[in-house]
């Protein structure tokens, strides 16, 4: 019900500024136009006036954004209501902190992509390490192959902030039989390292 209220208010919107835009853009060329003395007939002229108005209507940046909120308040109506939440892009673009906020993550996205990139290169070279060294470690029903490990190993990796030892059996073993405890040091220094 809220969702059909907002899709009927996003219309009414779209239509006043339709409405607006082209009057305000019709008038203006009707002036234009008659103060052309060009000798085109006036079909010429309706043809001009009406191709003109198009593309102010086509290029008001105004317009499209209110009419995306149009669009995607049906889409919320007919597909999911996920979709309304396009209509709370208003906040971040009226907030001069909030824009700050976003430059600062989209303005070095290419060194924020680079960075990703290396993490997952150290974590594939980890996992390859891991693979042939000690395949046993790997629990037997996540890692049928190398990409499946590190496949398993990319999504628990940062899920459970253990590094890619969280998705291995733990290094140290009870030993009853010395009622001790059996320390794998490869492994060890391996999940160290990827920790640090």
Known sequence: TLGSFLTVFSGIIVMSFLFKVVLSTYYRLIAELESDQDSGGMAAKKAKIGLKVLWEVITNVELLYN???LVFSLLGCI????LFTFHILPVV????RLLNVLEAVI???DRLALTFLL?????YIYIVIGYIKFPEEFPSNTCYSLLSCFLVAIDQTYKSNNGVCGTLNPAFKANDAQDGVDINYF???????FNY
């Open 93 to 96: 673009f009226s907030s001069k």
């Open 119 to 123: 993490l997952i290169i150290v974590t």
């Open 107 to 109: 303005g070095p996205i």
């Open 79 to 82: 597909i999911h209501p996920l």
């Open 67 to 69: 009419l995306a909120y």
């Open 187 to 193: 492994r060890f220094f391996y999940d160290l390292s």
